[in-house]
T-cell receptor
Framework: GAVVSQHPSWVICKSGTSVKIECRSLDFQATTMFWYRQFPKQSLMLMATSNEGSKATYEQGVEKDKFLINHASLTLSTLTVTSAHPEDSSFYIC???????????????FGPGTRLTVT | SQKIEQNSEALNIQEGKTATLTCNYTNYSPAYLQWYRQDPGRGPVFLLLIRENEKEKRKERLKVTFDTTLKQSLFHITASQPADSATYLCAPLGTGFQKLVFGTGTRLLVSP
């Protein structure tokens, strides 16, 4: 199946700094990618839909100026957490759909996640 | 508002038994319903999709049912194994390519 990678797999940063997380579709192109956040023992919460070549669509309650998304190419989306604070510490996961093959199943492929800890 | 509910408490069963997980949704009229598996510290992995006009779908030891009247999907794992221990997530979706919104997830623990 299709593979989605994320980098870094974990990162520790100081409060007030910015952190960039990359999401790549390795063997397929994705016009749309999704970013999720997951707190311990909770389900995934959709943050935003990343659209190649256009602005991201953010879910209600997600600050677009804090979580900057850039989908610069058909295989790369980045999420930048700006001015990070301890409450931003979470597990961030991206996903993408291989529109060539998932057709009927609408299967989405998820990255392995990035653990962000803000001290 | 739209809601997707799964058993929040962990389901503990013994190896070899059938595990049954429930997904209830409100204020949705999904055309499909997907099930995913998530292991700790990993991203979810797609398992099955069932369409609204399919009452049942099977894949190896997995079986999914979809009752649009009850607004419920049941996910069964037969002959469960300790390796099946994970969190299982359901995600209803409409027609066309849409964003996935997940249920709360149910953690399954299969003991030897």
């Amino acid at each position: 199946g299709a593979v989605v990678s994320q980098h870094p797999s974990w990162v520790i940063c100081k409060s007030g700094t910015s952190v960039k997380i990359e999401c790549r579709s390795l063997d397929f192109q994705a016009t749309t990618m999704f970013w999720y956040r997951q707190f311990p023992k909770q389900s995934l919460m959709l943050m935003a839909t990343s659209n190649e070549g256009s602005k991201a669509t953010y879910e209600q309650g997600v600050e677009k100026d804090k979580f900057l998304i850039n989908h610069a190419s058909l295989t790369l989306s980045t999420l930048t957490v700006t001015s990070a604070h301890p409450e931003d510490s979470s597990f961030y996961i991206c996903s993408a759909r291989d529109e060539r093959t998932s057709g009927y199943s609408y299967e989405q492929y998820f990255g392995p996640g990035t653990r962000l800890t803000v001290t | 508002s739209q809601k997707i509910e799964q058993n929040s408490e962990a389901l503990n069963i013994q190896e070899g038994k059938t595990a049954t997980l429930t997904c209830n949704y409100t204020n949705y009229s999904p055309a499909y319903l997907q099930w995913y598996r998530q292991d700790p510290g990993r991203g979810p992995v797609f398992l099955l999709l069932i369409r609204e006009n399919e009452k049942e779908k099977r894949k190896e030891r997995l079986k999914v049912t979809f009752d649009t009247t009850l607004k419920q999907s049941l996910f069964h794992i037969t002959a469960s194994q300790p390796a099946d221990s994970a969190t299982y997530l359901c995600a209803p979706l409409g027609t066309g390519f849409q964003k996935l919104v997940f249920g709360t997830g149910t953690r399954l623990l299969v003991s030897p």
